[in-house]
Structure formats: structure tokens, C-alpha cells
């Protein structure tokens, strides 16, 4: 049913809507790029369709940030379990963390319908890795569904419940980033109301089946995936257009992204060229791709990020794509990538040379440019920026610097961070660090970094674990109360929800002592001096015969979260004739507000990005960066922006 | 209305709004939109680009050689986006009162595809304005009211006030005001 209004949202958004529409009632999620935009959206329309848990509508919408995706999985599937639609959002490398469940929700399967979206990122944009969530599926025995557009995972959204109500099986919801981060104009639909009422029927042989009953388990989930894939050879999610030239000898098959950049391709080429759209990559309607393929000599093959249709292609003697080198393996399939293969492929069957593209003598022209890549950079008057120079300082070249997943990542670029693997690892890898050292006696310093939320997520095992076994560190968590790089969601410690209700607030301090951990302090890390005192202390409690791991919690609120402790006490820099051009503080605190004025041979403070934290008067050992005294505060701000 | 825009810059520039300013155009046109924008780690202040499809498209991502309108919040990441440009396009890049320096090889090519390549010091525009950080409105104003624009001025701004939070509406709207007129001042010269 439509509304009749039309929004622009983002393929977040209109994931998010189909939810919502489709009368899901519990909504799991943890952060991250590109998925971490479904649960705020779910919440936004949930508001606006009056279905908050304070109203009693009966078709109230329960929604939560877990812990981790393993959580979140595991909340929304025993939703799913009464009854109820449930839904849950995550990002490829979250789906790692919730793999246990996840392969064991496929044994058990589902009563209310349960949707797990999980976001690719093919490039990678955001992320550590480009692996396919539709080979995992493959690797889970579960569908999955592959959207082109926002519109059509809105629409893919309705047909996944369907389909795991129908087959009593989760389903995944496969974006990529340019689904999740595409904005598109999409007519609302209304709310489908299905009256359900949870209600949990106990059935152990299912919910609580040991392995002998799993085997019975695994041979209905082949059978349900028998029946699924007979369903998607007459799924209108997989179809042909273009059929209509006779002549030609090459076909298309794609899905996802490349789908719709090919078919924008074809059209502004002018070129007929029939395509297979699969939108359900796994289980693979095989004869409907056999019947495809059987009609040309050769079929070209494009799918992000790697290669889960070409794999269940049996027969892939006429097929080009990834598995025989044809489709690079790595990286994103843009327009430019598939117009050359386009070419390749025209041009070796003999059928057509396309031109060059129209501006490539200037796209030369600029890549000789060598225009530096910008990369992100901790913002100006970040706290991590603090934490990560008294680190440097106090610990020196010697010290080995695990790090984890978050902004604080980019304390790459003060030389603060050696090692970054997956969330939670920056304590598991530092005890590694310690247990390695400590065999031949070495004793030279570890110091790890990870953020509030990436500590709750996974860090807390690890710190269990690396207590138990004797690992002597220091484990800096840098506290900024919120999930700064994914768009600020509250975190375990935050005193609200995702949607605002209260929440019970957790103390960073008793989780970690309640893993074991004596020494526990709690510092700004603005107050540069004594921070690097308290990290000096922190070392030698390490060092100590009674002493064992250090946390310090360097607590300070992230700059774009909750910019006013720093507007409040405002504390505007200069740099004064004493500065020689050395560059230290261009390499050692590394702030964007920092530049060298080359003509001059002088560090200069960039004011338009300044936000006047004045952190980085430590930074110059020379004393060539001073406050700013108020007189020349006037000259240079001008009498209006002196009251700040 | 049938457009394909490049909106590139740094982040918190403000490209995210420079280019949903124009999707609501389009919306309010009646047209179909579809475009992509950057997420995630590369806001940190790093290279932010937003492509934008008016018309019957279905993908979100422009080619390069296909766009009618680059905007560069930034010369640099201009620069490394010129090359969208359809020949024939407009490219409209803020850039700081010392000049283009993209090179006279890139200048020449851009003459021999008949790109225009419009420059405006939108920075210095915008903190006369008040706002540093109007930069992007500036920027949409010089574009849109240049004669070659797909986009009409007068919808531009309405939609423009009609998308600003409150606080921001007059300072918006002086900003994409100023741009224009630094436009016409270029037709002039």
C-alpha cells in the first residue's frame, strides 16, 4: 500500500522503512559503515507512525543498539522466535562476530520472520576487508538477497519476511555500500498490521537440539533450501531484459551495484545487450542461469565484491568473470571498470570497439598531477589526539602500540598505532605482544588503545583473558562517551537509548575490575601534564613485582559529539617568531589546524578549522606556540568573536 | 529535468548538503533522483565526493566524461574530480584568492573539450557572510545562477529556505545570494 508521499532517503533509510512497513517489532544493530544508518531511520519512522513503545498501539516497536552483533543477532532471533517479525543490521565484518549464531539460527530456524541486513563494502570504503556476505551465506545455508537501488531493498525487505515466514528460515538482506550510502526518491508505503502477539511454544527438539537432533535439523535445512531455490527460478527478484537483440553473442549476468551500472552503461552507449538479473544470489536458481547462459557463446559475469554466482555456476566453460581473471578480484565494479571490461569483451568476440571515454586524455592529465590522497585525520581538538601524544612521550620509540577499531585508528598518523585487526583486539594482541617478549625476558612496553564502545563490544574477554594469564600492558581506553566514527550512538556507558529512554549506565571502571584488574584511573587526557604523569605510573605498576595490567581510562568528550567544554573554556593559540619551521609538531601532533606556511618557513594555526583547544602548546617543545594574550586575541578575531 | 553532478571536497565541507539541496530540487520537480554519497571514516576530513542522477537513471554513480556539473568545495579534490566532466560541462570550484593551479596541460585539455572551469573565492565569501562554513552555499549560488546551469535558480533557493534548520535559514540565504552575484559579475568581465 503506498502513502502517497514521497521522501529521498538513503538505501539505509529505505531498508529501514521496509521494516517498518512490513510490521517489524524488535530492531537489533550495531554500528557500523555502511549499515550503521537502519536502526536511527527505523526509530525516526517509528516516531512518525506512532508505534513507540510508550504508545500501547499493539504493534509496538522495540529497538536497541546492542553490544555486538553476536548480541544483537541472538536478541532479535529469540523475538523472532515468539512470533514476532524481527529485524537485524550489522556490517560484513559484524557478521563475523555473530557467525556462531548464525549458523546455528539455520539449523534451528525461525517463527516470526527474521531479516539480518547485513552491508558490504566493496573498494573497501570503510572497512578492513571485502568479503562477501553472499559466500557466507552460502557458507550459513541461508538465503540472501541482493539489492540493486534503495528502492528495491525497500521492496526486497517485504519479500525476506515472506520468505523466512514461509520456509521458517532467516534471511539476509545483502547492500553494498552504494545501496546503503545511495540516496533515491521512494514513495512511502503504509504500515501492514498483522496483529501478533508474542508467544514463545516450547519445542526442545528445535530451540534446544543437541547433536543428534541437529542432524535431522540439517537435513530439513537442505530440503528448505531445495524448496527456496525452486521459488527463486520464478522470483520476479531475478529477471531478463533485453532479450530483444537476436544477434548478438554475449550476455550479462549480474546483480547487485554492477546490475545497474551496466544497464546505465548499455543505454548511454547505445549498445542492446542482453542481462540476467540475479537479486537471489544464493541458493542460485541454476537452470534459470543454465537456460541464460545456453543461448550465447559467452556470458560476462559482474557481482561485488567477489564471486558467490560464478562459484555456483557448474558449467563455466563459456563464463568470464572473476574466477577465470577476466573481472579484477579486488576493488569496486564503477562504471569505469565495467565500461573497460564492456570493451574487452565487445572487442574479443569481434562484435564492437567502443570509444575511449570522453575525458580520458584529461583524467591522464590529472592523475600526473600526483595529487596527494587525503586521507581522514583525527578531527582538530580530538581528545585521542592528546591520549595518543602523552603515550609517545611517556612510553617512546620502544613501546609496541596494538590499537583497535574506531576514529582513534587514525592515530596512525602520530605514529600511535602498530597494529589494527578487528574489534577487540588491540587487548588480545597486546597480551600476545607481552607473552612473546616475555619468553626471552624482554620487558619492553606495550600499551594498548581501544575506544569505550569497541571495549564493551569485544573487548572485555580479551582483558579477562589477558588478566588471568598474567600479561602485563597498559590498556589506555579512550573514553570519548559515544561511537564517534560511525555517527555518534550512545554506547554501554550512555544514560539513553538509542531512542532517548533511560538507560541503566555502565561504569568502565567495574568492568574493568570486575576482569581482575586492580590498577583502574580515570583521567582527562587534555590535562596533558598530569596525564603523562598518570601513564608514568601506570607503567611502573606493570613493571612492579606486584603489579600486573594498567587501565587508565582517558576521558574526555569527542569534539563533534559535545564541542562545548571546549567552547566554554576556549584557549586560542599563536605561534610567535620562536618557531624555526622544525616540524615536530606537524609529526607529532599531527593536527589539521597545524600547517607550514612554506613561504615563510613557519608553522601557522589554520583558524578556519582551529577550534581553540590549545592542546598543542605542549606540542612545541621550542615554546614557539603560546596562548594567545587577549589584546591580540582582539586583533586577530575581531571584537565580535572574542566572546565565545 | 535530466542532470549529472559531482560534489567533491573535504569533509565537513558540507558536500552532503550541497548535493541533497539540489536532490530536493529535483524532487520537488517531479524528477526521479538517485546519487551516492561518502559515509564513515573518510568524513574525518578526508575526500568527501557525492555523485547526483537526475532523470531516468538507475544507478547511482556517475562516469567519468558524463557530468553536467562538477562543484569543488575544495581545489584540490576539484581537481582530482575533473575529469567527470562531459565535454562541454561546467566545472564550478571555490578557490582561495590565489588562483587555479591545476597545471596548463589540464588547462589546455579542458579548453580542447570545452569544459568551463568557473572559479570563486567562496571561502572568503562566506566568512564575509558570517559563516565560515557557508562555503557550500556559496558555491551552489554561483552555479546555479550561471546561464549554462541545468537547475533554476529561483527553485534552487526556495528549496534551499525550505531545507535550512531555522537558525541557519538568513545566513543561507545571503550566502547563495552572494554567489550569484559573484557569478554575474564573472558573465560581466
Known amino acids: ?644 | 529535468m535530466n542532470a549529472r553532478v559531482i560534489v567533491a571536497g573535504l569533509g565537513g565541507q558540507g558536500v552532503l548538503f550541497a548535493s541533497r539541496v539540489l536532490a530536493q530540487v529535483a524532487l520537488a520537480m517531479g524528477d526521479d533522483v538517485i546519487g551516492s554519497e561518502t559515509h564513515g571514516m573518510s568524513q574525518r576530513g578526508g575526500q568527501v565526493v557525492a555523485h547526483l542522477k537526475i532523470g531516468p537513471y538507475r544507478s547511482p554513480l556517475v562516469r567519468k566524461g558524463t557530468a553536467d556539473l562538477v562543484l569543488g568545495l575544495d581545489a584540490t579534490e576539484a581537481t582530482r574530480h575533473l575529469a567527470f566532466a562531459r565535454p562541454g560541462g561546467l566545472c564550478c570550484v571555490n578557490v582561495p584568492s590565489g588562483g587555479w593551479m591545476a597545471g596548463e596541460e589540464v588547462s589546455a585539455l579542458l579548453d580542447t573539450l570545452g569544459i568551463s572551469l568557473l572559479q570563486v573565492d567562496a571561502d572568503r565569501i562566506a566568512l564575509e557572510c558570517g559563516g565560515p562554513a557557508v562555503a557550500n552555499v556559496v558555491l551552489l549560488g554561483f552555479a546555479t545562477a550561471h546561464p549554462a546551469s541545468l537547475f533554476p535558480a529561483e527553485a534552487v533557493a526556495a528549496t534551499l529556505q525550505r531545507i535550512s534548520p531555522p537558525r541557519f535559514r538568513d545566513l543561507n540565504r545571503r550566502a547563495f545570494e552572494r554567489g550569484a552575484e559573484a557569478a554575474q559579475r564573472h558573465e560581466t568581465l
Open chain 1, 1 to 644: 500500500m503506498r502513502s502517497g508521499r514521497t521522501e529521498v532517503l538513503l538505501g539505509n533509510g529505505a531498508i529501514a522503512r521496509g521494516l517498518v512497513e512490513n510490521g517489524v517489532r524488535v530492531v537489533t544493530s550495531y554500528p557500523g559503515t555502511p549499515a550503521s544508518e537502519v536502526l536511527a531511520e527505523v526509530i525516526r519512522f517509528r516516531a512518525a507512525m506512532g508505534l513507540d513503545p510508550s504508545h500501547d498501539s499493539g504493534q509496538a516497536l522495540y529497538t536497541e543498539w546492542s553490544t555486538n552483533e553476536k548480541v544483537a543477532l541472538e536478541v532479535a532471533l529469540a523475538a523472532s522466535m515468539t512470533g514476532l517479525r524481527a529485524a537485524v543490521a550489522m556490517k560484513q565484518a559484524g557478521l563475523n562476530v555473530a557467525a556462531d549464531a548464525l549458523l546455528n539460527a539455520a539449523y534451528t530456524g525461525v517463527v516470526g520472520g527474521l531479516v539480518i541486513v547485513v552491508g558490504d563494502d566493496p573498494g573497501p570504503h570503510s572497512s578492513q576487508t571485502e568479503a562477501d556476505t553472499r559466500l557466507f551465506a552460502l557458507f550459513a545455508k541461508l538465503p540472501v538477497l541482493d539489492p540493486s537501488t534503495p528502492r528495491e531493498a525497500r521492496e526486497m525487505v517485504g519479500e525476506a519476511f515472506r520468505l523466512s515466514e514461509q520456509f521458517r528460515l532467516p534471511v539476509l538482506l545483502r547492500p553494498t555500500t552504494r545501496v546503503c550510502h545511495a540516496v533515491q526518491n521512494i514513495e512511502l508505503g503504509t504500515l501492514e498490521t498483522l496483529g501478533r502477539s508474542p508467544h514463545f511454544k516450547r519445542e526442545p527438539a528445535r530451540w534446544a537440539a543437541t547433536p543428534r537432533f541437529r542432524y535431522g535439523l540439517h537435513v530439513e535445512l537442505n530440503e528448505k533450501l531445495k524448496a527456496v531455490e525452486g521459488v527463486f527460478e520464478a522470483s520476479p527478484l531475478n529477471s531478463t531484459t533485453r532479450m530483444s537483440n537476436a544477434a548478438t553473442r554475449i550476455g550479462i549476468i549480474a546483480s547487485g551495484v554492477p546490475f545497474v551500472t551496466v544497464l546505465d552503461l548499455l543505454d548511454e552507449l547505445g549498445l542492446d545487450m542482453p542481462v540476467l538479473k540475479i537479486g537471489t544470489p544464493y541458493p542460485l536458481p541454476r537452470r534459470l542461469v543454465a537456460d541464460f547462459i545456453a543461448r550465447y557463446e559467452r556470458v560476462l559475469v559482474l557481482e561485488e565484491p567477489d564471486a558467490a554466482i560464478e562459484l555456483q555456476i557448474a558449467d563455466r566453460r563459456k563464463v568470464s568473470g572473476r574466477l577465470n581473471g577476466t573481472v579484477p578480484g579486488a576493488g569496486e565494479l564503477s562504471p569505469e571498470v565495467i565500461y573497460s571490461l564492456l570493451a574487452r569483451v565487445l572487442a574479443d568476440g569481434g562484435l564492437a570497439k567502443l570509444p575511449p571515454a570522453p575525458t580520458e586524455a584529461l583524467d591522464a592529465a590529472v592523475a600526473a598531477l600526483k595529487l596527494p590522497p587525503r586521507g581522514p585525520r583525527l578531527c582538530p581538538g580530538c581528545p585521542h589526539r592528546s591520549s595518543f601524544y602523552a603515550i609517545k612521550r611517556v612510553f617512546g620509540p620502544q613501546a609496541i602500540l596494538p590499537s583497535d577499531i574506531g576514529c582513534y585508528t587514525l592515530g596512525l598518523n602520530l605514529r600511535g598505532v602498530d597494529t589494527c585487526l578487528d574489534m577487540g583486539a588491540a587487548i588480545s594482541m597486546a597480551d600476545g605482544f607481552y607473552q612473546a617478549y616475555h619468553l626471552d625476558g624482554d620487558r619492553r612496553p606495550i600499551v594498548a588503545t581501544i575506544g569505550d564502545s569497541t571495549f564493551v563490544h569485544a573487548g572485555l574477554p580479551a582483558l579477562a583473558n589477558a588478566v588471568h594469564t598474567g600479561a602485563r600492558f597498559v590498556l589506555v581506553i579512550l573514553d570519548n562517551g559515544t561511537t564517534a566514527m560511525t555517527g555518534m550512538q550512545p554506547t554501554a556507558e550512555s544514560a539513553l537509548l538509542a531512542d532517548g529512554r533511560a538507560a541503566q549506565p555502565l561504569s568502565l571502571e567495574e568492568l574493568a575490575k570486575a576482569c581482575g584488574v586492580r590498577f583502574v584511573r580515570r583521567m582527562d587526557p587534555y590535562q596533558l601534564g598530569a596525564f603523562q604523569a598518570l601513564l608514568e605510573e601506570a607503567g611502573r605498576y606493570v613493571r612492579a613485582e606486584e603489579g600486573g595490567i594498567a587501565v587508565v581510562i582517558a576521558e574526555r568528550a569527542c569534539v563533534l559529539y559535545d564541542p562545548l567544554p571546549v567552547c566554554q573554556h576556549p584557549v586560542p593559540v599563536t605561534v610567535t617568531e620562536a618557531c624555526d619551521g622544525c616540524k615536530y609538531c606537524l609529526v607529532a601532533f599531527e593536527c589539521p589546524a597545524l600547517v607550514l606556511n612554506v613561504a615563510a618557513g613557519k608553522v601557522e594555526i589554520d583558524r578556519r578549522t582551529c577550534i581553540d583547544c590549545g592542546q598543542c602548546i605542549e606540542a612545541c617543545y621550542k615554546g614557539a606556540i603560546v596562548p594567545l594574550a587577549d589584546e591580540a586575541l582582539a586583533r586577530a578575531h575581531g571584537p565580535a568573536e572574542v566572546v565565545l
